[in-house]
């Protein structure tokens, strides 16, 4: 599975945009760029997902590279219910690989 | 629509005991993945199973772990002779059939069942 690297964590204010980077410069041409975040205490949600355009929708956008090798979760005005470890993953086999993922934390 | 269902929530073990968790996954949904998240780590690949078929368990640990999504009801993840390591929070997921060109759509994760082993 090709490997993502993130920050290990970011914080960010209340009611400010968010920019969550991920790079993936071993990414092949069939894997889906895919992110999920996890709640303290839950089990992990998905966000979004894309391939090679952009994506948008209720939850957050996802800028992808025009060579792929990196992206970007946004999320537009985060609340303190956003405060959560959010996953850049990969897929093209049959399997998601978690990483260590981003520790967001959300000033009030 | 129900998502997935994982129970117990929460379940104790003294060492020894057998462990048995079970995930119902979202209707219609017909591939059940399962993770363990030790404390403060990240989620751990363990198996992947269709209906009555194990498709990747490369994950699992050799001794112990089993797992099976049979026919009717639902995916179990089962150890036997549990010890203190396998403490954890164990999530399944479940996803509908893959899409072509090998991509996923979204996984619907349950809320997981926290194992303590006594």
């Known amino acids: 599975d090709a490997k993502t690297t993130q920050p290990n964590s970011m914080e960010s204010n209340e009611e400010e945009p968010v920019h969550l980077p991920c790079n993936h410069s071993?990414?092949?041409?069939?894997?889906?760029i895919h992110w999920y975040r996890q709640l303290p205490s839950q089990g992990p949600e998905y966000v979004i997902h894309?391939?090679?355009s952009n994506v948008n929708n209720r939850m957050a956008s996802l800028a992808i590279a025009e060579d792929r090798k990196s992206s970007t979760l946004i999320l537009h005005r985060a609340t303190l219910r956003d405060a959560a470890v959010y996953y850049c993953?990969?897929?093209?086999?049959?399997?998601?690989?978690f990483g260590q993922g981003t520790r967001l934390t959300i000033n009030p | 629509n129900a998502g997935v269902m994982q129970n117990p929530r929460h379940l104790v073990r003294r060492r020894g005991q057998e462990a048995r968790l079970r995930c119902s996954p979202v209707k219609g949904h017909s591939h059940v993945y399962w993770y363990r998240q030790l404390p403060e780590e990240g989620l751990k690949f363990m198996v992947y199973l269709q209906k009555e078929n194990i498709i990747d368990e490369s994950g699992m640990p050799k001794e112990r772990f089993s797992a099976e999504f049979p026919k009717e009801g639902p995916s179990i993840l089962r150890i036997q002779q549990v010890v203190r390591g396998d403490s954890a929070a164990y999530f399944c997921?479940?996803?509908?059939?893959?899409?072509?060109?090998?991509?996923?759509?979204?996984?619907?994760f349950g809320s997981g069942t926290r194992l303590t082993v006594v």
């Open positions: 997921a479940s996803s509908p059939s893959l899409g072509t060109g090998g991509n996923l759509y979204g996984y619907t």
């Open positions: 993953i990969l897929s093209g086999a049959q399997k998601l690989v």
């Open positions: 071993t990414i092949s041409g069939t894997d889906y």
């Open positions: 894309g391939l090679t």
